[in-house]
Every structure is written in C-alpha cells, then in structure tokens.
C-alpha cells in the first residue's frame, strides 16, 4: 500500500524558511514522480514543484523560482521542498502526491496518490 506522510509546515513570518518532507512508503521514487501542491482558502489547487525519479525531469512554479528547492533521499524514499524567503501568498495547505511512471510536470490523475496536506502560514 503506498503512503505520503507530509510534515514540516508551520507559521513564520515573510522572509522565513521552512522545509516540507514527503516520507513515502509502498513504492519507489525511481518509478514515480513526487510533487508538491498547494491550495490556499477559496482558490483552487496548484502545482508547486515536482522531481521525477522516472525520467529525472523536475519542475518549478514560476513564483517559486529562486526561493524553493526540492530534493529527493531514495535511501530514506523521503522527497523535501526547502522554501526560503517566503511571501504571504506562499500560503496554503501543501500536498505531497505521487504518479507512476510519468516525468513533471503531470496533470494529477485518479491513479496518483495524495498525502495528507500540512499547513504553510506566512505572515506579512
């Protein structure tokens, strides 16, 4: 059975830091894709960043270009965003999902899997 176990969000203020990580359990991140998403109060879900193990393609958001990272451990099968100064509008719930044999950036589908969403507050 594969798992997301997303963690790492809490509230700081812009400019700040914070890292996510993305345990997962029940596949491995050479045959899959792992993104990051994001959606804020009363807006709908978009993609944050994602890091294909399948292909080796990656993918960031434009906004996020220059601040955000993201990083995979296949020993621990943990996938991190590091996010660095952020904005107010970096806030939202962030989801970890993952995509069988597919490069990024991928149209989330019924197949993929989802984590259970941490909560990222940035306050101006």
């Known amino acids: 059975e594969v798992q997301l176990q997303a963690s790492g969000g809490g509230l700081v203020q812009a400019g700040g830091s914070l890292r996510l990580s993305c345990a997962a359990s029940g596949l491995t991140l050479d045959n899959y894709a792992i993104g990051w998403f994001r959606q804020a109060p009363g807006k709908e879900r978009e993609r944050v960043s994602c890091i294909s193990g399948y292909d080796g393609s990656r993918y960031l958001r434009a906004s996020v270009k220059g601040r955000f990272s993201m990083s995979g451990d296949n020993a621990k099968n943990t996938v991190s965003l590091q996010m660095n100064n952020l904005k107010p509008e970096d806030t939202g719930v962030y989801y970890c999902?993952?995509?069988?044999?597919?490069?990024?950036?991928?149209?989330?589908?019924?197949?993929?899997?989802w984590g259970q969403g941490t909560q990222v507050t940035v306050s101006s």
């Open positions: 999902a993952a995509s069988e044999d597919i490069g990024c950036p991928w149209v989330p589908n019924e197949d993929d899997y």
